[in-house]
């Protein structure tokens, strides 16, 4: 196995590391893909430091390189050749985890908005009472409760059946949607509170990290932009239909 790969999360904390890598270079299909489990101290393998990130500084990232890395059959994950299936469907899973963290960042920081809200007086009221900020208050809301909704509704879709014909473009649309939800709430956290909001020390909560750390989920499991490409090929493949588990 020979390659390299940046921004890998969690590099300070893992024994293995997950790669799909070819294995069937003359097979023009997805078969020629397959997934391994590579031990981290295995010979020919290194983790390359990167350079200082401006969030995100709660996990650990490097880039990875393989060289004529040579790996014994037991690390195969499933079969030679399944390793499209794998990545697609662990990758599924691992956008609605990207999903799930950002909602949880969204509901901390309209959490520590409206305690400032209620705080912060001007011209004898809180500001809480201002038409402006209720507005704000109302948009953050609404999108989180959207966002926990699709969240829910993947999550019994997946439980029901792992292998679902709508987990792909759910996660898709979780994550895609999620990042539309912390950029509004963080953007509007930042407003409520104004310039004590930019600062490290914030006696409110960590309102300049969740600002900053927010913005690297945008990437994480692929970009917007590759989220609108899955949903709209799996909107496509359904004629526009989408189905929900209801208990």
């Not at 981290?40 to 004529?68: D, Q, S, W, Y």
């Not at 691992?94 to 969204?106: D, F, Q, T």
């Amino acid at each position: 196995m020979n390659g390299e790969k940046w921004l890998i999360s969690h590099t300070d904390c893992s024994d293995y590391t997950y790669v799909i890598a070819v294995t069937n270079p003359d097979d023009d299909k997805d078969t020629r893909l397959s997934g391994f489990l590579v031990p981290n101290n295995a010979p020919g393998f290194e983790i390359v430091p990167m350079p200082h990130m401006m969030g995100c500084r709660g996990a650990g990232h490097a880039g990875l390189k393989f060289t004529n890395l040579v790996l014994e059959p037991k690390y195969l994950l499933g079969k030679e050749g399944q390793g499209m299936e794998i990545a697609i469907h662990s990758l599924s899973v691992s956008r609605v985890h990207i999903a799930m963290s950002n909602l949880g960042m969204a509901q901390r920081m309209l959490e520590i908005s409206l305690k400032r809200a209620n705080d912060r007086i001007t011209f004898g009221k809180p500001i809480a009472s201002r038409q402006m900020i209720k507005a704000k208050i109302a948009d953050m809301q609404k999108m989180i409760h959207v966002l926990r909704c699709a969240i829910y509704d993947f999550a019994r879709d997946f439980n029901k059946d792992p292998h679902n014909e709508y987990v792909t473009e759910k996660a898709a649309i979780c994550k895609l949607f999620s990042i539309d939800t912390v950029k509004l709430v963080s953007d509007e956290m930042l407003e409520i509170f104004g310039g004590d909001g930019y600062f490290e020390d914030c006696p409110y909560g960590p309102t300049e990290r969740l600002y900053r750390d927010c913005r690297a989920m945008w990437l994480e499991e692929g970009a917007p932009c590759v989220q609108r490409i899955t949903i709209a090929r799996e909107c496509q493949n359904h004629g526009g239909k989408i189905e929900y588990t209801f208990d």
